[in-house]
């Protein structure tokens, strides 16, 4: 973010802040953006310690050297302004309660850690593993994309997720791909693969439950595929190779085609298309790292 139409104090000089109408930003010496707000008057708003924000940013800036970034805006265009800046940088700050203290991570990054936390949990059902990352590849914009292979019952979590009541940047962070798997668009309607995207990571999740249960059932004999690894500080299990895949032979489309006259993907399709691309991860080679906030 290039700041050249804003004036900027320190957190600990905001008293320094004009008496006038206007935006303000507070951003850390990263340029992590955690509050935007509007004020009638700034410097009455900053005064002392009478912002409701105050606690929880004096507490932690020492560490992260807060600056509130601040431009003159007319009164009847506060509103408006407040709002697009708020879209433009999706504070940390806007929209949650009020604490005492700073979050020591940004909420996408604590959700994707709950969600591997989650789908990595032993259930009756799925007693000795749930779910498997499948590999990595680099997309064309650079992003680092995980493939998750999970059971079809666990995208009610997925779903949950991106319908977040309360947090807008985890809905945000969902995105729907849509893909043919490298096959005729006429014969076949794209399959929908969910992805959750964040500061230069995508995972994408399928649903490929013979792949769960082949290792369930024989899991001491077929371990010797699998290994642990941590991501984001998150033990998981993680495939060394396919090449137990084609002992599955599993059918890439379902057997009913729809009232378009065209077949439908199961998920071990997209499996199968991206496979070349994929790279194995190893404990040695792997580092899945989270700025601190």
């Known amino acids: 973010m290039e700041w050249q139409d804003w004036k900027c104090v320190d957190f600990l000089e905001r008293g320094r802040l004009p008496a006038e109408s206007g935006i303000y930003v507070v951003v850390d010496s990263e340029n992590f953006v955690w509050y935007v707000g509007k004020a009638r008057n700034l410097q009455n708003r900053w005064l002392g310690r009478g912002h409701h924000r105050y606690p929880q940013l004096i507490r932690s800036n020492k560490k992260l050297r807060h600056r509130i970034y601040w431009k003159t805006v007319l009164t009847l265009e506060l509103d408006e302004k407040e709002q697009f800046y708020i879209r433009l940088f999706e504070p940390e700050l806007n929209g949650r309660k009020v604490k005492n203290y ?6 996408v990054n604590r959700e994707i850690k709950r969600l591997l936390k989650v789908l990595n949990k032993n259930t009756f059902l799925f ?18 994309c995980v493939v998750v292979v999970t059971n079809l019952n666990d995208f009610s979590i997925l779903a949950k997720s991106s319908r977040k009541r309360y947090s807008q940047k985890v809905r945000n962070s969902w995105i729907e791909l849509e893909t043919y798997c490298a096959s005729d668009e006429k014969e076949y309607k794209p399959l929908i693969v969910p992805a959750y995207t964040f ?89 899945f790292t989270l700025p601190a906030k």
């Open 102 to 107: 700073l979050p020591k991570e940004a909420e």
């Open 127 to 144: 007693p000795v593993i749930r779910s498997i990352i499948a590999g990595e590849y680099t997309d064309d914009l650079g992003n680092r």
């Open 199 to 287: 500061q230069g990571y995508r995972f994408e999740f399928i649903a490929v439950p013979e792949i769960i249960f082949y290792f369930e059932d024989s899991f001491d004999e077929r371990i010797r595929w699998l290994q642990e690894i941590d991501m984001f500080d998150v033990p998981i299990k993680a495939l060394k190779g396919l090449g137990f895949f084609k002992n599955l032979n599993l059918e890439e489309a379902y057997g009913f085609v729809s009232s378009d006259n065209k077949r439908t993907f199961k998920d071990v399709a997209y499996l199968k298309y991206i496979s070349s691309d994929l790279s194995f991860i190893s404990q040695e080679s792997q580092s």
